[in-house]
């Protein structure tokens, strides 16, 4: 089982940088694939980053500006967001997908809000 919780939102003025911390109760192991999203009031959720074995992506509307980074040893995935823009507003989720014998199954935290404005 794993409870995630994330933090670092707020509000920021166009062009200002913010990082998100996304804190695991359980381990996370490097087998596990973390990723984030944000979802604006009335939208889908959009994935925004990735990060698994294989290496990290990116939604192309964050590509250059978004960096999305894990230290498995603290259990925390991060996201650094650079150059924010206002269209960057939204709340931002933490997943995780675990794989096990029995299936893949996933967990999200409860969100974090950015607004980016002047």
């Known amino acids: 089982q794993v409870q995630l919780v994330e933090s670092g939102g707020g509000l920021v003025q166009p062009g200002g940088s913010l990082r998100l911390s996304c804190a695991a109760s359980?381990?996370?192991?490097?087998?596990?694939?973390m990723a984030w999203y944000r979802q604006a009031p009335g939208k889908q959720r959009e994935l925004v980053a990735t990060n698994t074995l294989d290496g990290s992506s990116y939604a192309d509307s964050v590509k250059g500006r978004f960096t999305i980074s894990r230290d498995n040893a603290k259990n925390t995935v991060y996201l650094q967001m650079n150059n924010l823009k206002p269209e960057d507003t939204d709340v931002y989720f933490c997943n995780a997908q675990r794989t096990t014998a029995a299936g893949t199954r996933g967990y999200w935290g409860p969100g974090t809000q950015v607004t980016v404005s002047s």
């Open positions: 359980g381990r996370i192991f490097s087998t596990d694939a």
